[in-house]
């Protein structure tokens, strides 16, 4: 088998995932302009971020939603620990946007939940998928 070949087997495109994350990227930009609230935009917004990052990647490469969505975990909680140990302080990107925008800023051990509630629908929902990969 070529290198060719093998990427063709790990690449391919799940249209139902990327509905599902078109779906909640649009749920997600309506939180993020309509709601500024203490519940909804900072609980649901990181519920449904994990999901729409395992949705993603699960469009694009033949890898088990079950998989993908605990790399997503382990990638979300890694991104809070950066938060916890106030990583843009340390590398003085304090007044960078992009860091602020891809980082955070505040640890919030809700967020913690959050993800893990997300990725655990994602887990839950994901026979369905994977009844479905070509």
Same mark, same amino acid.
């Given at each position: 088998?070529?290198?060719?070949? %093998?990427? @063709?087997?790990?690449? =391919?495109?799940? @249209?139902?995932?990327?509905?599902? !994350?078109?779906?909640?990227?649009?749920?997600? +930009?309506?939180?993020?302009?309509? !709601? %500024?609230? @203490?519940?909804? =935009?900072?609980?649901?917004?990181?519920?449904?971020?994990?999901?729409?990052?395992?949705?993603?990647?699960?469009? !694009? /490469?033949?890898? =088990?939603?079950?998989?993908?969505?605990?790399? &997503?975990?382990?990638?979300?909680?890694?991104?809070?620990?950066?938060?916890?140990?106030?990583?843009?302080?340390? !590398?003085?990107?304090?007044?960078?946007?992009?860091?602020?925008?891809?980082?955070?800023?505040?640890?919030?051990?809700?967020?913690?939940?959050?993800?893990?509630?997300? +990725?655990?629908?994602?887990?839950? &929902?994901? %026979?369905? /998928?994977?009844?479905?990969?070509?």
């Amino acid at each position: 088998m070529t290198q060719n070949s %093998r990427d @063709r087997k790990l690449l =391919r495109f799940h @249209r139902r995932s990327f509905i599902l !994350f078109s779906i909640i990227l649009v749920i997600e +930009v309506i939180i993020a302009l309509f !709601f %500024r609230d @203490r519940w909804i =935009r900072p609980l649901l917004g990181d519920v449904l971020v994990v999901m729409a990052i395992a949705y993603l990647i699960h469009a !694009f /490469f033949a890898i =088990r939603l079950q998989k993908i969505a605990i790399g &997503t975990l382990i990638f979300a909680y890694s991104i809070e620990l950066l938060q916890l140990f106030k990583i843009i302080d340390i !590398f003085g990107w304090r007044d960078s946007q992009l860091a602020h925008l891809t980082i955070g800023t505040t640890f919030d051990w809700r967020d913690l939940i959050a993800y893990a509630i997300g +990725v655990g629908i994602v887990i839950l &929902t994901s %026979r369905e /998928f994977e009844r479905t990969i070509t």
